[in-house]
């Protein structure tokens, strides 16, 4: 069945350093959604990407999806200390990767 | 406009008993897709309901079956529990059952002792 690897399963950063997860998937996507989850809470959407090669940024995040469609990127620029918590990639909606758990030092 | 509601928060079964969990979709919203969350680990797609029909399912097995309402809520039920089922049971709507976002519920931990 279809899986999705996630990359590094855990980072910790001093504040203002950047912060970047991997997403890679055994087969073609045709979607990927990108969802953070703050310690103790439910997993909460940031974004979808849907075409290939797809750029997407809010604020401090950018988003990749590769021109294969099976992996993407997640980078955060100058993390804060709200940037804490594991952020997932889901392909599909349906496969969820490990996730990254992210830690910021201040 | 109330979000996603998940029933209850917290409880406690023995092995082999038989539990139910509720879900209450986001306003609007006609897709139910129910995971299972290991501590420390990514949410597990276990299936779900659109139009009140199973319309895809995870690798689970047939002890875990769902229904839903044609209100759109939901329900899980795990029959002859394990000590493996023990973990945090999240609700996910959606409009549609092809793509848009999640939005998800604040989960039901399942103790199993």
């Known amino acids: 069945g279809q899986q999705v690897m996630q990359i590094p399963q855990y980072q910790h950063v001093q504040e203002g350093e950047d912060f970047t997860t991997y997403c890679n998937s055994s087969?073609?996507?045709?979607?990927i959604q990108w969802y953070k989850q703050r310690p103790g809470g439910h997993p909460v959407f940031l974004i979808q990407l849907v075409k290939s090669g797809e750029v997407k940024k809010q604020k401090r995040l950018t988003f990749q999806f590769g021109e294969a469609k099976k992996n993407s990127s997640l980078h955060i620029t100058a993390t804060q200390t709200t940037d804490v918590g594991t952020y997932f990639c889901?392909?599909?909606?349906?496969?969820f990767g490990a996730g990254t758990i992210l830690r910021v030092k201040s | 406009d109330a979000g996603v509601t998940q029933s209850p928060t917290h409880l406690i079964k023995t092995r082999g008993q038989q539990v139910t969990l509720r879900c209450s979709p986001k306003?609007?919203?006609?897709?139910v897709s129910w995971y299972q969350q290991a501590l420390g680990q990514g949410p597990q797609f276990i299936f779900q309901?659109?139009?009140?029909?199973?319309?895809q399912r995870g690798n689970f097995p047939d002890r875990f079956s769902g229904h839903q309402f044609p209100n759109y809520s939901s329900e899980l039920n795990v029959n002859a529990l394990l000590l493996g089922d023990s973990a945090l049971y999240l609700c996910?709507?959606?409009?549609?059952?092809?793509?848009?976002?999640?939005?998800f519920g604040e989960g039901s931990r399942l103790t199993v002792l």
């Open positions: 309901y659109y139009e009140e029909e199973e319309r």
């Open positions: 306003s609007g919203h006609d897709t």
């Open positions: 996910a709507s959606s409009l549609g059952h092809n793509t848009g976002e999640l939005f």
């Open positions: 087969t073609t996507l045709s979607n």
């Open positions: 889901a392909g599909n909606k349906l496969v």
